[in-house]
């Protein structure tokens, strides 16, 4: 025989004969290591699904450009591999069943596009719709049958603009069901996880029904290598002025050139632009203003319907209350220089409402009609106004009184057309009718130069006039990083299944080297020292940490591919889709192993810390060292004064009430486990006066097992009462008080609670229900139902009436106020826009804290109080003030909160969708939005206590094996008690008694101080206990507790009296 | 040379210190053999381990070839112990997951030092006669044969000084006779010093020096 003993072969020897015990530590290391593993794998996971469905939905598309409004579809040629689209947001219906769906991403392509995202087949002509899978589905229907999208109508005049056409801003287009010939890819410029609910419709078909052939208002470009500058660069190179709604006119009578701009307005930052290019180039500007004045009017007469001109310069006079009046005009109104003179006109104000205003002025001056003062080109181009032959052909989107026309005006229009009838000071124009659109209507520029055209080009950045490129493949790919870290998420999540694996291994191992005391005893006789015993059993510990972290790899994969299941099914409400997969990658896999393999270690490390206090004779004497109880009180003690101030704290509110009584319970927990192990210690010389008491002296008898069992009974417990505490309830103060909640496809640009509004908009006045509007600009859903990192978050204005009405409660605000909706109103002196959000969002989508200062599109926002469990999870909320200067070009209302009688909320709902079906009005009941977001919420604490009641069971069944081990170590004990009498029931009840003692220990420790820690949030954010299921719960791993004490003594009984008595 | 000078030792007890021993001189060379008889609870097994080391004694001094290992700190005393000691216990506390030639070698994993301890392990066997046994487990072996198995374990180190804590205890007539003959033959080859903690009258007078522990104290015991 060729025997070496060697450390290793000891390693071995031992590795193989204590199989059982390792083989335990062995499972819990794997557990620990698949739940981590798992949980990151879960993480990266997600992740990757969510980069997966960007680059499926964006296909070829990595650059996207595109304007508010539309340019030339020959832009798109400045690029390689690119293509024009458009895209609009639509209603779209199915016409045989009336079905309807709301914000449908329509867009209009070609072959151009099919080409270049390398679809199958053609794409759709004609007629023809093609429809994605989920809105087909959603909207049901064949081939052949009638569709009918609902977009806006393209205006280049702003419709919160005298001029603008309000009263029909849709434009529906009827189209044919196409069923594809192949399977088209989803496409989707939106990084959002949920169904793609998409059109696709004939480019031609769409240019022609909104008047817009030959533009687009998007163009994708492909090739990931080009880099955002180039494209940038390019564009810059490429585009034209009229590209950005800019045009240049010459005007030869006038020596000029007039710079216009498609929506009647010429912007600030335009104007700005045209002036220092004209001034670089030697050039002279003359800025002008011009509008329509309902009546000059002089003493008791008027002239209807008069085009007026601000200008800085003759024939306008530069006295601020002065006005020039053309010789025309002077005549017909039968004025003389220092006559007063009143122009009343309409305004369009932010209310939603037309105004009707006057202003007075002194006549300065009469002009005749020649020059300057008969130049028609100051004017505009006005639809359905210029282009007339009469006044009585006019059609504008206002009222007009055409029994004031008369027939000498008709003249003069024949005559003279726009030519204007009245000057006045440029800055009184601009005081008088400057909008957030603009302050001029053209910009002169003297005199004419073909280097103006290109210079202005060149001087104007095409991004901040509105023609902006995304880097939308590199975004959305950031995005999917995820607003939610579910690796971090399921890491909480799993975190009790963690530690109990953990403590479960910790304890197996500590139960193995109790096993071996006595064998630890001799090797110590013989001569092995503690650091060398130590390194034995680390060395032990070691290869069943490798094993159990290969194995757990496996286990990670498992866990992981179940997580991903549920996220798919059982907690689909949580993550809103069903295209999330399981990604295997390396890292986390490592990460896992190797955190698992170190705690698990670490748990083996930490038992072997129990060696050293017992001398070698008590070793093999079986006799183990144990800490006295008073150190066990000490440390209860001390924890139990630092909880008590933390509770005090949070009473007296100088903690967070939450965090505060959190802290406490928890601590509370770790002081109880102490006193219970001060109680275990003491009572192990307890007087012993029937079979209950020598059975709870039995869990005296090795206190620290009991404590362990104790431990992870009580924190399973302690978790799964608290997350139960945090379940939101259906009804909820997040609403405001307000029943229903609606937004629209279509913005609503009249006030649809005043009769004007509602004859605009044709709805019924309804009686106790009013409207409050919000301004809504589109972007990233911040709430919980995105899972995607919100870039550029939705951003709501609520107007001015609705802040002082104190609705909505809060959680906090950066100053203390009784109504912290005010703050948006503060101006602050850095330019920073106070906003507000919903405190959710605020910590779980935008990661941010209260008075925190964030960039959205190059503007600074701060948030200046978070709302409490509110329904504007999904926003930002500014002031209408700030919105309008912030976002010009974002008009009318799109989301709106309903004051309804609640017994009507249904009627209402019925009569308002019906009647703003072409606006795409969706209404939704308040709490049942509100319930959206709760829904995700409980579905995450469902996975968190799934999780959690899976760490109970584990919890349990190391009760269960402490039990069992305590019984069979005890099988001699047993074997002489039945020896001198006991029967069967008598040692069961004495397992029973011990068992239930450590049982309801941690139930009632666990329980108590959770019902500690929540208070709070039971008390004041009106969580509930859900006392019957949990109930249940805990009856259940009481009634688990109770079966093991009944194994186990089977299991102690089932070896034969003489035996055990033998091996005395 | 062993030297026990003054040892004693009690316990804290609730009712005051328990005395065990008190003022226990002994004086033990190479060759030297000794039985201690005396009553259960008399303090033998005490005496036994503070002259192994294991427990240190309340008073007194104890040296081994001029060494006092109470004096050693932990990771010394356990090298002094794996050196100079060898215990064989009443239980005979074999590994059972270790065979029986592996067993013998086990003090030969505190240090790296493994050369020639096979051979003599090997030796050690037959000299106790399980030489055909090497490959078994203890489970697989009588009482008698365990407790040859712990003697030979006790020897592998060549110690100055074996110890035994009634090693024929729990074996029967036959058995016990056999194990005391191997432990007063191989002590003798090994030249060390024995001392035998026992009940037994029949092993303790094989002894030629025999000593009874009785209140706290060693009394020559009556032939």
Known sequence: MNCVMRTSTLLQRNLTWYWRTNLAVLLGVSTAVGVLGGALLVGDSVRSSLRDLVLARLGNTDFVISRNGFFREELASAFDSSCPIIAISAVVVHEPSGRRASAVEVYGVDERFWKFQAEPGQPPSGQEILLSAALERELGGKADDAILIRVQKPSAIPLESLHGRKQDVGKTIRLTLKWPEAAFREFSLEAQQGDVRAAIVPLTRLQRDLDQKGKANTILVANGAVSLDLIERTLKDRYALEDLGIRLRTLERQHCLSLEADSAQISDALADAASTTAKSLGLRVEPVLTYLANSIRVGGREVPYSVVTALDSPPAPSEPDAITLSQWTALDLRAKPGDAVTLEYYLWKSDGLLHTDSARFRLAQVVPLEGAAADRDLVPQYPGITESKSLHDWDPPFPLDLSRVRPSDEQYWKQYRTTPKAFVPLARGQQLWGTRFGRLTSVRILPPSDAYSNALRMALDPAKMGLTVFATKAQGLAAARGATDFGEYFLYFSFFLMVSALLLTGLFFRLGVEQRMREIGVLRALGFSIPKLRSLFLLEGTALAAAGAILGIGAALVYGDIIMLGLRTWWVAAVGTKSLSLHTSIAPLAVGAAAGMATGLGSTAWTLRSLQPVTPRGLLAGVEKHTSSGRWLLVASLVTVIALALLAAALVRELDQTAGFFGAGTLLLIAAVCFESAWLRARSSAAIRGQITLGVRSATYRPGRSLLSIALIASATFIIVSLDAFRRSEASAGTGGFPLVAESVLPLIHEPNTPAGRDALNIPRLEGVQFVPFRLRPGDDASCLNLYQPRNPRILAPPAAFLRSARFRFQDSVVRTPNPWLLLESETADGVIPAIVDANSMTYSLHLHLGEEFVVDQTRFRIVAALADSLFQGELLISEKSFLRLFPDVEGYRFFLLSVPPARAQEVTGVLEGALADYGFDIQPAEARLAGFHKVENTYLSTFRSLGGLGLVLGTVGLGAVLLRNVLERRRELALLRAVGYRPQHLATMVIAENLLLLLLGLVTGTACALLAIAPAVLLRGGRLPAASLSLLLAGVLVTGIGASLAATAAALRSPLLMALRSE | ?223
């Open chain 2, 1 to 223: 040379m062993l030297e026990a000078s003054s040892l004693a030792k009690e316990y804290p007890t609730p009712r005051g210190p328990l005395t065990v021993l008190s003022g226990i001189s002994l004086c033990l060379k190479r060759g030297d053999a000794v039985a201690i008889m005396g009553p259960s609870g008399s303090g033998k097994s005490t005496l036994l381990y503070i002259l192994g080391a294991l427990e240190p004694p309340t008073a007194g001094t104890l040296t081994l070839d001029g060494r006092n290992p109470f004096q050693f700190a932990e990771r010394e005393l356990a090298a002094f112990r794996n050196q100079s000691i060898g215990f064989v216990f009443q239980d005979h506390c074999l590994l059972p997951q270790c065979s029986v030639l592996e067993n013998v070698l086990i003090p030969t994993l505190v240090t790296n030092d493994h050369a020639g301890y096979r051979d003599r392990a090997r030796a050690l066997l037959e000299q106790v006669g399980l030489s055909d046994r090497l490959d078994h487990r203890p489970s697989e072996l009588s009482g008698g044969e365990k407790q040859r198995i712990a003697l030979a374990r006790a020897l592998i180190r060549k110690p100055l000084l074996l110890l035994c804590d009634e090693p024929t205890g729990n074996l029967d007539q036959t058995s016990a006779a056999v194990v005391a003959s191997l432990l007063l033959e191989l002590y003798q080859r090994q030249e060390t010093i024995l001392v035998v903690v026992t009940h037994s009258a029949e092993l303790a007078s094989r002894f030629p020096v025999r000593y009874e522990l009785r209140h706290a104290n060693l009394h020559p015991a009556a032939a």
